[in-house]
């Protein structure tokens, strides 16, 4: 009976997710019709040619990095809050992300200290992707050499947090040697953004997503059994070192390409798994895994929705939609629901 209502929560969950992602779809700066929306996803011409090419080009991939965004940074947050066993502990508390702000600062801010201001006009999203990539890769080894030389899972969170310190110092002062014009380029990529991805970008994106996905299957038997602490796990013969390290991995590596190609998104990754815990009443990772996937692919969808400012040709901030509209609802959620699961 247990199993048959998941069912209906995944159905149910599923067709909403459909319903955004094509909502996503419809909205924006210019009006297109939904008949041609749609004749344009099948591969059939549509009345106007821009139209097609607002709609594939531009819509689809933006739809498609919210699902992929959402998704990823919920997961994310899921298995840090299982790993350290804190409500608070989201995808963003290990320094990934602020290892891939530094990367990028140091491309758009440190251009005029270390490579001359030609730099900073030839910044393209793959240089703002690989050096992203570079600053959290060099964290995530950092993190993961910390993890092998302490036992305490949560001295690996304070290490973590550390880091986020470091970079933010190191940040702050290649601000104050910048110009205004970089320090503006800077702060509208921390913005975050999910239409700037070219398909070549998303196979990419959506390649190295998959990597991070498959790994997760190996380590959901370990993270049921760590809700309940480190010591019962090792009762029930779990490798604590090695499946920590897998799921250090796993968070470090999907957090560190969202943040390389669309910015660091607050929010999803925290407040998420908390309400896939209150929909489905379990702390059962092959439940919570799944739905904390599919509820953040809704979430991000539906903010992006709002970002866009329907019929009007601005849009606000990702970042500001996310957390004005999501921590006043996760707050209700909480404090309505008198028993939650941990």
């Known amino acids: 009976m247990e199993h048959k209502s998941y069912s209906k929560h995944f159905i149910l969950l599923s067709v909403l997710l459909i319903v955004f992602f094509f909502l996503n779809i419809s909205l924006g700066s210019v009006s297109i019709p939904f008949e ?9 011409m549509t009345s106007k040619e821009s139209w097609q090419t607002i709609v594939l080009d531009f819509r689809l991939p933006k739809a498609i990095t919210a699902i992929l965004v959402g998704s990823g940074l919920s997961i994310c947050g899921l298995l840090m809050q299982t790993l350290f066993r804190n409500p608070l502990a989201g995808p963003f508390v290990l320094g990934i992300s602020s290892g891939a702000s530094l990367g990028v600062a ?5 251009s005029s200290l270390f490579g001359g201001y030609f730099l900073s006009n030839s910044i393209s999203n793959w240089s703002l992707a690989i050096a992203a990539s570079l600053g959290a890769f060099l964290v995530l080894s950092a993190v993961i050499i910390a993890a092998n030389k302490v036992r305490n899972t949560m001295s690996i969170l304070i290490i973590g947090l550390m880091f986020g310190s470091f970079t933010a110092a190191i940040i702050s002062v290649l601000a104050y040697f ?20 070219s398909w ?24 049921n059994s760590f809700l309940l602490g480190e010591n019962y796990a090792k009762s029930l013969g779990i490798n604590i070192k090695k499946n920590r390290t897998i799921i250090l991995g796993i968070t470090s590596l999907l957090t560190g390409i969202i943040t390389a190609f669309s910015g660091p998104i607050a929010f999803i990754g925290l407040a998420v798994p908390h309400i896939a ?10 439940i919570i895994l799944p739905a904390s996937a ?9 903010c992006d929705s709002i970002a866009q400012l329907p019929t009007s040709e601005f849009t ?20 309505r629901k008198k ?4």
């Open 36 to 44: 041609e929306i749609l004749q344009s996803l099948v591969g059939n």
């Open 106 to 110: 140091i491309l758009i801010l440190g």
């Open 178 to 197: 910048s110009e205004a014009a970089q320090i503006q380029q800077y702060l509208f990529w921390s913005f975050g953004s999910l239409g700037n991805l």
């Open 200 to 223: 070549s970008e998303i196979s990419v994106f959506g390649s190295l997503y998959l990597i991070g996905i498959l790994g997760i299957f190996s380590v959901i038997k370990p993270l």
């Open 277 to 286: 815990k209150i929909v489905f009443a379990t702390s059962n990772h092959k």
């Open 294 to 302: 599919i509820i953040g692919g809704i979430v991000l969808l539906i």
């Open 316 to 335: 606000v901030p990702i970042n500001a939609i996310t957390s004005l509209f999501g921590a006043p609802i996760v707050i209700w959620l909480l404090i």
């Open 339 to 342: 028993k939650i699961v941990v």
